[in-house]
């Protein structure tokens, strides 16, 4: 798993067109904004499909420790393919950030921006990148 995260006064996002025919359905149409939030983009590695339990659990374990330091309210999970050349599978992919989501979701404010489209995005960074 390769991470960005970035702490942000808000993030837009729309998901314009299906990457592939397996693309998440059921998603929100249109213009979607977040504020005051930590957007960790990520992208799910070949690696994490040896043990998926153990890469959600290190996930949410960055993801806290990051938090840790910051006072954002809201995450954005955000499935970002361009941060690894050996990517794991969309299946595992998209299993991975599910399960962190449902995890995450039990202490925090948690989106996650949909899988398997090409988007574009709006982004302040608040204080230092
Ligand atoms: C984008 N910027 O990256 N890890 C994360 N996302 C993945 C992966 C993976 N291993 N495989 C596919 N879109 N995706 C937009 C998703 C992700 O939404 C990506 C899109 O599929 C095209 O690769």
């Given at each position: 798993?390769?991470?960005l995260t970035i702490h942000s006064d808000?993030?837009?996002?729309?998901?314009?067109?299906?990457?592939?025919?397996?693309a998440e359905e059921g998603i929100k149409e249109g213009l979607q904004r977040m504020e005051e939030c930590l957007v960790v983009f990520t992208a799910?590695?070949?690696?994490?499909?040896?043990n998926?339990?153990?890469?959600?659990?290190?996930?949410?374990?960055?993801?806290?420790?990051?938090?840790?330091?910051?006072?954002?309210?809201?995450i954005v999970l955000y499935p970002y393919a361009h941060l690894s050349s050996e990517l794991a599978s969309p299946e595992i992919a998209v299993k991975i950030l599910k399960k962190a989501e449902k995890e995450l979701k039990k202490f925090f404010s948690v989106t996650r921006a949909p899988f398997g489209y090409y988007k574009?995005?709006?982004?302040?960074v608040k204080g230092h990148p």
């Open positions: 798993m390769k991470i808000f993030l837009e996002f729309e998901a314009k067109k299906k990457a592939f025919k397996k799910v590695e070949k690696v994490d499909e040896n998926v339990d153990l890469a959600v659990d290190r996930y949410i374990e960055e993801i806290e420790k990051v938090l840790g330091n910051l006072n954002a309210k809201n574009e995005f709006e982004l302040k």
